[in-house]
T-cell receptor, first 113, second 114 residues
Framework: AQSVTQLDSQVPVFEEAPVELRCNYS??????LFWYVQYPNQGLQLLLK??????LVKGINGFEAEFNKSQTSFHLRKPSVHISDTAEYFC???????????FGTGTRLLVSP | DSGVTQTPKHLITATGQRVTLRCSPR?????VYWYQQSLDQGLQFLIQ???????AKGNILERFSAQQFPDLHSELNLSSLELGDSALYFC?????????????FGPGTRLTVL
């Protein structure tokens, strides 16, 4: 069964520092991967997605992620974070029948001045 | 603004009661997904409808039911409510039926069962 593992429940970082949020996936079929962000008291918003093609995917708000098949990873990165990036970040993968998204447990990014 | 609307935003009710949550998808989207988000369970898929028909079921309790109407809006009915049903309930919509399509999430309904 498809699954994603987000190893870090919380990542504290200072403003303007780089950040990497880790996601490892398990999938027996074609891989589609997503990163969603949830700002406080809001719904989820798509940051970026990997469907095929280039392994480096660029998303909104300066985020990017790299699909690594050999390491079954899809880590999210940003070279310089802002206070406004404080949010919960979810990695997700469709299940075998592409009927639903399976979400990771989320990583809370805390950006402080 | 994702274009997905959910009402009500907040709902406070008592155990044993029944509530209905409403979702209007983005214009043109045919799929509606319902998710439950709680601190202990995380984000859990409940059910998906595509163009009026149920397409997939997840961890949805028998006390919960949903439907998608001809105008494509959807309702999630929760009955015989228990304290543990307190959670954020999200609706998401997408154009196609497969979960590889981008899903657009509504702002959620926060349900508190007292």
């Amino acid at each position: 069964a498809q699954s994603v593992t987000q190893l870090d429940s919380q990542v504290p970082v200072f403003e303007e520092a780089p950040v990497e949020l880790r996601c490892n996936y398990s999938s027996s079929v074609s891989v589609y991967l997503f990163w969603y962000v949830q700002y406080p008291n809001q719904g989820l918003q798509l940051l970026l997605k990997y469907l095929s093609g280039s392994t480096l995917v660029k998303g909104i708000n300066g985020f990017e992620a790299e699909f690594n098949k050999s390491q079954t990873s899809f880590h999210l990165r940003k070279p310089s974070v802002h206070i406004s990036d404080t949010a919960e970040y979810f990695c997700a993968v469709p299940n075998t029948g592409f009927q639903k998204l399976v979400f990771g447990t989320g990583t809370r990014l805390l950006v402080s001045p | 603004d994702s274009g997905v609307t959910q009402t009500p935003k907040h709902l406070i009710t008592a155990t044993g009661q029944r509530v209905t949550l409403r979702c209007s998808p983005r214009s043109g989207d045919l799929s509606v997904y319902w998710y439950q988000q709680s601190l202990d369970q995380g984000l859990q898929f409940l059910i998906q409808y595509y163009n009026g028909e149920e397409r997939a079921k997840g961890n949805i309790l028998e006390r919960f039911s949903a439907q998608q109407f001809p105008d494509l809006h959807s309702e999630l009915n929760l009955s015989s409510l228990e304290l543990g049903d307190s959670a954020l309930y999200f609706c998401a919509s997408s154009l196609g039926r497969g979960a590889y399509n981008e899903q657009f999430f509504g702002p959620g309904t926060r349900l508190t069962v007292l």
